[in-house]
């Protein structure tokens, strides 16, 4: 959704957006809602609100899929592109809720996109005490035991098996 900025009233304006984002804008589908309050401050635009997103996740060490929901504070602050400048510098921390526009809209579809990459999960867990898939024959050990032994060696490791029986 974009919004043109000289349609922004003096009290501001809330937006309520559902969008639904495919893997290829972010790394897997989900649906975000956000309800914003977009504020003119001379030519900056302050965005604030909340975000939420059922995301369908795959868990890294059990292999399941499963769904989640992020519910993500917003605070950006948009500058106009003109007054970021031509220099590149490294970002400060109290410039990481910092964003640029360019013309006369505001694309808020590209504010959900950023704020979900954010804060997806790198190694996504179905559960905090899930113990994931048996290295050698796949059992899913949430669901069961495995019968394979697992006292294998390393064989880089193997010469050091008796090294404290001489």
């Keep these: ?3 043109v900025i000289a ?3 003096d009290e501001g304006l809330i937006v309520d957006l559902e969008e639904k984002l495919t893997p290829e804008e972010v ?3 989900c649906t975000a809602r956000s309800r914003l309050s977009l504020n003119k401050v001379g030519s900056e635009i302050v965005i604030t609100g909340r975000l939420k997103a059922d995301m369908d996740l795959q868990c890294s060490r059990c292999l ?3 769904r989640q929901t992020l519910d993500i504070p917003v605070n950006v602050v948009y500058h106009p592109i003109e007054d970021a400048g031509d220099e590149r510098h490294a970002l400060k921390d109290d410039e990481m809720d910092m964003g640029f526009y360019k013309g006369e809209e505001l694309d808020l579809r590209e504010l959900l996109k950023e704020q979900v990459l954010l804060n997806e999960q790198m190694k ?3 559960s905090e005490h899930c113990r994931g ?3 050698k024959c796949g059992t899913d050990l949430n669901t069961g035991q495995c019968d394979c ?3 294998e060696i390393d064989p880089r490791l193997e010469a ?3 090294f404290f029986e001489k």
């Design 27 to 29: 790394s897997l589908s």
């Design 160 to 162: 050091l098996k008796n």
């Design 149 to 151: 032994g697992r006292k």
């Design 7 to 9: 349609d922004i009233p």
């Design 133 to 135: 898939i048996c290295p």
């Design 1 to 3: 959704m974009k919004i």
């Design 124 to 126: 996504p867990l179905c």
């Design 64 to 66: 399941k899929d499963f």
